[in-house]
Nanobody, 124 residues
Framework: QVQLVESGGRLVQAGGSLRLSCAAS????????MGWFRQAPGKEREFVAA????????YYGDSVKGRFTISRDNAKSTVYLQMNSLRPEDTAVYYCAAKNGMQATTSPTLYDYWGQGTQVTVSS
């Protein structure tokens, strides 16, 4: 069992930056690939970014490529999402997720554990 707690979401102006954190507790953090997803009101959950257990491989959704960066610190059992050049369309609840196994994936159905989410609001 893994517990995930996101933090760092807040109101920010367009063009600004935020860093989200996801702290994990429970089983060995480096046994899991990690992902970030987001969901805006009335929309389906959308893949944002994912990272392999070692941090050696990472993947991004098309809408955030070049603006967001995922990273992890296995010693701190934490995964981060650095978000730059934020846009109003980035407004959503951002969720952290953990997947058993080393390889990351973009599919939310393959993740085993989810956090409660953190709200990011980007004003124009």
């Amino acid at each position: 069992q893994v517990q995930l707690v996101e933090s760092g979401g807040r109101l920010v102006q367009a063009g600004g930056s935020l860093r989200l954190s996801c702290a994990a507790s429970g089983r060995t953090f480096n046994s899991y690939a990690m992902g970030w997803f987001r969901q805006a009101p009335g929309k389906e959950r959308e893949f944002v970014a994912a990272i392999s257990w070692s941090g050696g491989s990472s993947y991004y959704g098309d809408s955030v490529k070049g603006r967001f960066t995922i990273s992890r610190d296995n010693a701190k059992s934490t995964v981060y999402l650095q978000m730059n050049s934020l846009r109003p369309e980035d407004t959503a609840v951002y969720y952290c997720a953990a997947k058993n196994g080393m390889q990351a994936t973009t599919s939310p159905t393959l993740y085993d554990y989810w956090g409660q989410g953190t709200q990011v609001t980007v004003s124009s």
